[in-house]
């Protein structure tokens, strides 16, 4: 019989093509989602890419009696993935309780549930802003954790502990943190993609935005950190290379190959690349020109950071796969498509 998923967020940008990735796998999935950050017609393109609909229901995962009615109504869980968070850093620091309440809430309730109906499988999404601005690149796990720049970056650290804490005092559970770096990039397809709201925050889907005219100019934002070119360098890992790391951490706990309860990895692509690179490689992948300036560094953003991925590569035997420009050329044709639907 087919193993059941849940997947928590799994209208939202990560969540999407994860669901993607394991229904192609075989794998049946649920869809939790409260739709605060992402749209119903997302199972509709899911079930066009892979030909089948993921059952879906409608919630908030901080109301508890809503998840205990959940899990009563799905006692077959095999496992759990859970994206649903709130992710906007400039938010958290304007509402900080919004943050805390929602993004630990959220997991506290879930898993106070695994406990009770004896579902014994989480993978979570964690992020590499748990590493703050490092002493030395690349990172690796075992580079220390440092105090959150954000309360968004807070609740990624909290929730580690509360995992990490919880498998330990039941040792029936297990837990996996998945340490993104920077997500990018869109299904080939390009029926599911980024889809943020308003002035988006992030490099890319900006980018994107720039380049079909939407905004007038993209700010670089700093050319006097000390790295080669000046700008700032990240790990920007195709959104679909992400999307397996999950699946593939999904059958180390369902196989039981997991070597501790609790495990945590850096899921990135191993190279550092600049917002400069980033401009130069969406160029040459597209033939679009970037209108841009450089202006005043961004409060609250690193220098710098990118991955080693040692550990991913030999314990989940998982790797990126994309070339970034493979990955910005899918993130235009995304955004190409938006326009193309709106119009
Ligand atoms: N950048 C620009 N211009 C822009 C937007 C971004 O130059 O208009 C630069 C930033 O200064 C940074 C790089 O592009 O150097 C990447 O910025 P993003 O905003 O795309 O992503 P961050 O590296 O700031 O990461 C943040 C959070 C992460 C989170 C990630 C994805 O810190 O925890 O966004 O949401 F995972």
């Not at 993935?81 to 943050?99: C, D, Q, R, T, W």
Request: one cysteine or more.
């Amino acid at each position: 019989m087919a193993k059941q998923i849940l997947v928590t967020g799994g209208t939202g940008f990560i969540g999407s093509h994860t669901v993607v990735e394991l229904q192609n796998n075989g794998y049946e999935v649920v869809i939790v989602d409260n739709l605060s950050n992402s749209k119903i017609e997302v199972l509709d393109q899911i079930e066009e890419i892979t030909g089948k609909r993921p059952k879906f229901e409608e919630f908030d995962l901080t109301d508890k009696n809503k998840v205990k009615a959940f899990f009563n109504e799905y006692s077959n869980l095999d496992a759990i993935i859970h994206f649903a968070a709130s992710k906007a850093v400039g938010e958290s620091v304007e509402k900080p309780l919004m943050y805390y309440s929602n993004n630990l809430n959220s997991l506290m309730n879930i898993m106070e549930c695994m406990s009770e109906f004896n579902v014994k499988n989480l993978v979570f999404s964690s992020s590499c802003t748990v590493y703050g601005q490092p002493d030395q690149l690349p990172v690796t796990e075992q580079t220390p954790r440092k105090e959150a720049e954000s309360p968004y970056g807070n609740t990624k650290s909290i929730c580690e502990d509360i995992i990490r804490d919880t498998v330990a005092a039941n040792n029936e559970l297990k837990g996996i943190a998945l340490r993104y770096f920077n997500p990018i990039g869109a299904h080939a397809t390009a029926k599911i993609g980024e889809l943020p709201l308003g002035v988006p925050n992030n490099l890319i889907p900006f980018l994107t935005q720039t380049v079909a005219g939407i905004r007038p100019e993209l700010s670089v934002f700093g050319d006097d950190y000390n790295t080669p070119d000046g700008s700032a360098i990240r790990d920007y890992i195709h959104v679909v290379d992400l999307a397996k790391a999950h699946v593939v951490a999904i059958e180390r706990l369902l196989n039981d190959k997991n070597k501790a309860n609790y495990e945590y990895f850096n899921v990135g692509t191993g190279n550092g690349v600049s917002v400069l690179e980033i401009i130069e490689s969406f160029e040459r992948a597209t033939g679009e020109k970037v209108p841009h300036k450089i202006v005043d560094r961004r409060a609250g953003d690193i220098e710098q950071i990118y991955a080693d991925t040692s550990f991913a590569n030999e314990e989940l035997g998982w790797t990126a796969q994309s070339t970034l420009d493979e990955t910005l050329s899918s993130a235009w044709k995304w955004q190409t498509n938006i326009m193309e639907t709106e119009k």
